[in-house]
Every structure is written in structure tokens, then in C-alpha cells.
Nanobody
Framework: QVQLVESGGGLVQPGGSLRLSCAAS????????MGWYRQAPGKQRELVAR???????NYADSVKGRFTISRDNAKNTVYLQMNSLKPEDTAVYYC???????????????WGQGTQVTVSS
């Protein structure tokens, strides 16, 4: 069984910073891409940032220059450094990872439980 556990959400003032972490654990053979998505009330879930196992990154246009994704492959952990936060960044942030549990099989898509980020004065 595979689990993704997020941490680091909270309440921050506009212009502030937060760092999210997500650690994958369990019966893991290999972790491929890892990333972050978010869902604001009344809106669809959207990609925030994603990083391949080869460190190729892609970001939503709305966060480019403010957010940075990184990962520690030895720890199966992905991070999201969020700077210059805006009220419109308020959402539940979800960690996502493509993971194989058995060698030679196709990866499966796993999600964390979500962590709330609120940007407000």
C-alpha cells in the first residue's frame, strides 16, 4: 500500500511564504513524476507544478516566478516553495505521484489527502 502524506499548509498574509512537503511511503518500487495540484471552492482541480523523475518541471502560468517545486528522490519527497502568495492562491493543495509497486508494471496515480492553504489579511 502506498501513502502520500502532505504537510506545511496554513494561514498566511498576502505576500508571505509557505513550504509544502509531501512524502511517499509504503511498498514502492519506483516513483516517477511528482507534483502539486490545487482546488479552490467552486472550481476544478488544477495543476500547480509538476516535476519528472529527470527533474523536468512545468508550472501553471499563474504561479511562475513565485512557486518552486523540488524533490528529494532518496526520500521520495516533493516540496513546493510558495512565495509572494496572493489571496487567489487560497485552495486545498494536493500532492500527486506516479508510482510503481512492482517491477515491470505500469505506474499508478496516487493522491495525498490535501492540505489547506489560506492567504488572507
Amino acid at each position: 500500500q502506498v501513502q502520500l502524506v502532505e504537510s506545511g499548509g496554513g494561514l498566511v498574509q498576502p505576500g508571505g511564504s509557505l513550504r509544502l512537503s509531501c512524502a511517499a511511503s509504503g511498498s514502492i518500487f519506483r516513483v516517477y513524476a511528482m507534483g502539486w495540484y490545487r482546488q479552490a471552492p467552486g472550481k476544478q482541480r488544477e495543476l500547480v507544478a509538476r516535476m519528472s523523475s529527470g527533474s523536468t518541471t512545468n508550472y501553471a502560468d499563474s504561479v511562475k516566478g513565485r512557486f518552486t517545486i523540488s524533490r528529494d528522490n532518496a526520500k521520495n519527497t516533493v516540496y513546493l516553495q510558495m512565495n509572494s502568495l496572493k489571496p487567489e492562491d487560497t485552495a486545498v493543495y494536493y500532492c500527486n505521484a506516479d508510482i510503481t509497486v512492482v517491477a515491470g508494471t505500469k505506474f499508478l496515480d496516487y493522491w495525498g489527502q490535501g492540505t489547506q492553504v489560506t492567504v488572507s489579511s
